[in-house]
């Protein structure tokens, strides 16, 4: 008997996905000397030995390019106290960096300030997946501060550092 292959409805799966809780993140490289950047959700870690993670980003995205063609770029976990950043990269702008307090990590890539964590990477591979290309990246500089992370579920954002043990 052939199994008929059937798309999942699109509202069906925005709930799925609300159900999930994620780190927020904002991905960010250089351009041509300018630093471009976005949010991002879609962020997991692969390796601890050799540190390995991923970043997805869609096509769509006017920073993808820039991204595609990048050597590095950083990762920048946002902490709680950066509502500001995250709500200035989640929407298309000519300057996302305007006025935004970052320095250049040790390959150049834009590391933000305030941010729970930061990490440089070197991206090791680009797979083309449907709507999306996913980075899976080589860690080479990561920084952590004693700032609570971000985390976002069911459209809101919530502080990372007050949830409550199961156990």
């Not at 159900?19 to 927020?24: C, E, K, L, R, Y």
Request: net charge negative; charged share 20%.
């Amino acid at each position: 008997m052939a199994v008929t292959q059937v798309q999942p409805d699109l509202d069906v799966m925005k709930r799925v996905n609300r159900q999930f809780v994620t780190g927020v993140t904002v991905v960010t490289a250089m351009d041509d000397g300018a630093p471009r950047g976005l949010a991002v959700n879609a962020f997991a870690s692969i390796s601890l030995d050799p540190a390995t993670v991923m970043v997805a980003v869609q096509h769509t995205s006017s920073t993808h390019d820039c991204l595609f063609r990048a050597d590095h770029l950083a990762i920048n976990i946002l902490s709680t106290d950066q509502l500001d950043v995250v709500n200035r990269f989640a929407v298309k702008s000519d300057d996302k960096f305007a006025g935004l307090d970052w320095d250049a990590g040790p390959f150049g890539s834009p590391l933000i300030a305030r941010s729970a964590a930061v990490m440089e990477v070197e991206i090791r591979e680009r797979l083309r997946a449907s709507t999306h290309t996913v980075f899976m990246c080589r860690v080479v500089h990561a920084e952590v501060s004693n700032r609570h992370p971000m985390v976002y579920s069911a459209g809101k954002f919530f502080d990372g550092g007050t949830l409550t043990d199961l156990v």
